[in-house]
């Protein structure tokens, strides 16, 4: 059996993106039943809201605004700033049609519902609809891009000083950033998993492909077919007559029963090819039909939208790539001019740091060194307000800085780990090695993590003056 992937697409709206609200919901603003040509308007009262709207509001535009409204924004909201974020969640065709007749969709639904409202915030996610009058059973999630994070301010603005408004933001671009796109597949293929879903190819060139597209290649295809099978029937005629001349009249009759044979096959070719034409005639109507939809209303706005969309995601991939080298640049010329803010008083090799704790006003700081293939790991309890940890988040310590500041030299690493650099550094330098307390800057006079000096250190110097 083929590899069965979770899908999760995420795109950015278009404005109030009430044109996709059309889409999704199956009706316009005024209530007026709409169903596109490629869902079965037999199956469309099977779809489902399966978010419940404040009270006062009707449909998914109106919740999208609601939230906007009563989210505690200090800034105005512009024009033309995206104000929701649709996510497209599904599975490979046939695992959800394998689970539609196993009836676990129910399953399936809140396993998604937990994980937009894990990942985004419960009140962030304004709206999410089955859809059952398609192919394949597919959820459309809408979120509304409100974050609480400070605004990162861009490299261009140098060391200008803004006064950043605390509090909540709409930010489509916080929400996006790629390094968050990569841990939303992560996460949702996580959750999927006891579904038999998995997560897709990292680094795929799969890209999404636009409906009249997709007819298009079907109507190719089709084309395709129907000559591959008129040159089979112009080789079972050839087949006729090749049985025709090799019997004399006296022969005819058997000729004749062989033949009966080939004009069986050649109905049966006929009767595809006629199957393939009538195929091909009603993708051809569709396709038609879509281009009449693009021109009077909705399907042009959405495809604008998207192409908007993807336009600028591709000029963001685009800079955060020159930023991400610029950045790494800086950080390697950096570790060149001081390395002592790159390592560990103790000299160990860090492995990881983490925070932990649900306590508002604590956080739990947790570390895991390394020497040789000896590990360790030590804890420490930080006020919210420390000092420390707030230069840390602001980019004024490295990640080896704040652990020395935070943890001493004989903290950072255990006994069996101080024996083994110890018994390291005497071999190098002739002497026995003592602990270390770190000065938390890497600011160490001593380019050894032991104060093991040689004994007649201070007699060389004193011998040398002389």
Same mark, same amino acid.
């Given at each position: ?7 999760? @697409? ?14 999704? &919901? ?22 489902? &809201? ?28 512009? =024009? ?31 396993? /998604? ?9 419960? $009140? ?13 059973? @597919? ?58 879903? =998995? ?56 000729? =004749? ?42 399907? =042009? ?49 860090? +492995? ?5 704790? /649900?306590? %508002? ?12 293939? +000896? ?25 080896? $800085? ?32 003592? %602990? ?31």
């Amino acid at each position: 059996m083929k590899e069965q992937y979770a899908v999760c @697409h995420l795109q950015r709206g278009s404005s109030n993106d009430s044109g996709m609200s059309c889409h999704i &919901e199956r009706k316009d603003v005024n209530g007026k039943t709409y169903v596109p040509d490629n869902a079965d308007s037999s199956r469309t009262h099977m779809n489902r &809201e399966l978010i419940r709207f404040p009270d006062g509001v009707k449909n998914r535009t109106e919740a999208i605004q609601y939230r906007i409204d009563h989210a505690g924004l200090s800034r105005k909201v512009a =024009k033309n700033q995206c104000k929701a974020i649709r996510i497209i969640l599904t599975g490979t065709h046939e695992q959800m049609m394998k689970l539609q007749d196993e009836r676990r969709l129910d399953n399936w639904m809140e396993a /998604n519902l937990r994980w937009l409202f894990e990942t985004f915030g419960k $009140e962030n996610v304004v709206s999410c609809v089955l859809h059952m009058d398609e192919k394949t059973p @597919h959820l459309h999630a809408t979120i509304v891009p409100i974050v609480t994070a400070e605004r990162q301010r861009r490299e261009r603005e140098g060391e200008r000083k803004y006064n950043t408004k605390s509090g909540p933001r709409l930010s489509a671009d916080d929400v996006l950033k790629r390094a968050r796109l990569r841990e939303y597949q992560d996460t949702y293929a996580a959750a999927m998993r006891e579904f038999g879903l =998995k997560r897709g190819i990292v680094g795929s060139t799969a890209r999404h492909i636009a409906t009249s597209t997709h007819y298009k290649q079907q109507i190719r295809q089709h084309e395709e077919d129907i000559a591959k099978l008129q040159e089979e029937v112009e080789k079972t005629k050839e087949g006729k007559n090749t049985i025709l001349a090799l019997f004399g009249k006296g022969d005819l009759a058997k000729a =004749k029963k062989e033949l009966a044979s080939k004009d069986e096959e050649l109905a049966k070719l006929q009767t595809r090819i006629a199957k393939l034409e009538a195929e091909k005639a009603l993708l051809k109507q569709k396709h038609e039909s879509d281009i009449v939809k693009l021109r009077n209303g909705y399907q =042009k706005e959405i495809d604008a939208a998207i192409k908007r969309a993807e336009t600028a995601e591709q000029k963001s991939a685009k800079k955060d790539t020159v930023i991400e080298r610029q950045k790494n640049r800086i950080d390697e010329l950096d570790r060149k001019a001081n390395p002592h803010r790159y390592r560990l008083s103790s000299r160990a090799e860090l +492995i990881d740091h983490r925070f932990f704790g /649900n306590n %508002p006003y604590t956080v739990t700081l947790k570390i895991w060194t390394k020497v040789k293939e +000896i590990e360790h790991t030590a804890v420490t309890y930080l006020s919210d307000s420390d000092k420390r940890l707030k230069a840390f988040s602001n980019g004024e310590l490295t990640e080896h $800085e704040f652990v020395n500041a935070c943890f001493s030299a004989a903290e950072q690493v255990s006994e069996i780990q101080a024996n083994l650099l110890s018994a390291a550094l005497e071999l190098a330098t002739g002497g026995s090695a003592q %602990p270390h307390i770190g000065t938390g800057g890497g600011s160490s006079t001593s380019e050894l993590p032991w104060n093991d000096k040689d004994k007649n250190l201070k007699k060389r110097t004193a011998v040398k003056r002389h």
